[in-house]
């Protein structure tokens, strides 16, 4: 956004009525965003399951305890390492293992335990599953267990995969088309494939569907992020950028809400996808963004949108889009007239993010921070379900811990400063990993809230770092290190599923890795430079420069209206500013 597109929201208000409606709007639809993220967390439960029957089932026995149906012995199911014993109608005794099951040769009378001579079988009568949680899952649905588990264990990374190709392909398309036009398909889009992958017919065709919709749903979250900020005004814009993520937490409570009502899984994806089908009725009546139809020179569009707008907010004499045209003619004139720097029209590439050891350093530092943030966010949420206690609730509050720390971050990274607030949430979150590792197993409670602070202080520093890595690198390189940190951002949440995965191995393997990668990026952060107050650079030296002991200019600067806001007015353009998620 030009500067002198700002005069808009100076004579239309920076967030007014017709702001808030849109803002609101457009902002309730990225719950659905949060609902798809984490819907697999109860969709793709494995409950306790054990080989099918070759039979009848005459009596039952589990240690010490008989029963006449299979359905009793869950509640006394305590490992996968145990079996069942059944006793068929034809006096058969066969012993039921989670993936194998064995027939005794001498059937003389029902024990535990027998000595004797078995028959090994595979279990090619299928599967019995617990279901006094969970009526049906994708898990049950099509036998995702045993030599079949790791389907089971691609679903989150694959549809991980399709948010990483959904933001680069819709973030271009809404460049080219306007944001209304994706914000209309993908919203759709969302509610469709949504709905779709409850009538899928096999697993192939369910994990086709969930990519499709994981593209769709990462890119509305990548263009609402844009299409908001460009409504709203300078002076609201870190505030209300910020809390895009708020209502993507949202949608992980609506998770865990429906989760608790419906245990069917197919039933359970229709309601998470009507959840938000107002918007798709009502996304039509959005308008395309003045700065958009400015920037493909369709004046006359732009000027009935501040009309609009105007409108809305009741203000008498709206500015005129040749007024602003004009100031941002004589900006771009002047920029050419005193830029001698031949760099600015330069093509960029990757290999700028390390022309020399200092912006190197300051790159690897950045992607391992965003990296770790994703990381982090995810283990934290995925694994709630794991804790312990009403599995439930525990995503419930994992979810609605993230509303208060976007809150904290706003005020810290103005009052403290980016870095200042960075590394102590950073080297918290992995003090939190290892303080989790010391609980015992049996407080629940205690785990839980500690699990919730652990959020928290990865949700600030993840929240925070998309603005500070647009204050650390000049405007010619600044889209080219946003967009490259957010792609690392992406693969942490690939990556993620698989660390869950590794509780199997050993129940803190997740917490260490994570407690790790914070820790690590904590202390590397300190080398960062601080950007608050700091104006923005535009070249590579000056970058360079940022964070010497060069005083002289820098204290001479003083700090413009808010540090979190300045780098939206060079940033907000891109396609890659919401990817955090």
Known sequence: MAPGSERIFDSLGHFGRFQACVYFASVFQAMSCGIHYLASVFMAVTPNFICGIP???????????????????????????????????????????????SKREVSLDLAYEYNGNKSIFS??????????????????????VCDREWLAKLIQPTFMLGVLIGAVIFGDIADRLGRRRVIWFTSAGQFVFGIAVAFTFDYYSFVIVRFLLAMVSSGYLVVAFVYVTEFVGIKARTWASMHVHAFFAMGIMVVALVGFLVRTWWVYQIFLSIATIPFVLCCWMLPETPFWLLSEERYEDAQKVINIMARWNKVSTPCKVSEVCSVQHDNLVSGRTDDNDTSSTKKHNILDLFCNWHIARRTIT?????????????????SSVSLGGNEYLNLFLI???ELPCYIIACIAMDKLGRRNTLIPFLILSALICVLIMFIPQDFNILIILANMAGKFSIGVAFGLIYLYTAELYPTIVRSLAVGSGSMMCRVGSVVAPFCVYLRSVWIFMPLLLVGIMALLSGILTIMLPETLGKPLTNTLVEATDMGRKKKSCSEKTPPAHSGAALEKIEMFGQETVSTEK
């Open 55 to 101: 039979g009848n089932v005459s009596s039952v026995l589990f240690y010490n305890s008989s029963e006449s149906s299979i359905e009793d012995i869950w509640t006394l199911w305590t490992s996968t390492e145990n079996y069942i014993v059944v006793q068929l109608e034809n006096g058969e005794i066969w012993e039921l293992n989670q993936c194998s099951r």
């Open 123 to 144: 279990c090619s009568d299928g599967f019995l599953y617990d279901d006094t949680k969970w009526k049906s899952t994708v898990v049950t649905q099509w036998d995702l």
């Open 399 to 401: 979810g609605a811990v």
């Open 366 to 382: 950045v992607w391992l921070i965003w990296f770790t943030g994703s990381l982090g966010y995810y283990v934290f949420s995925l």
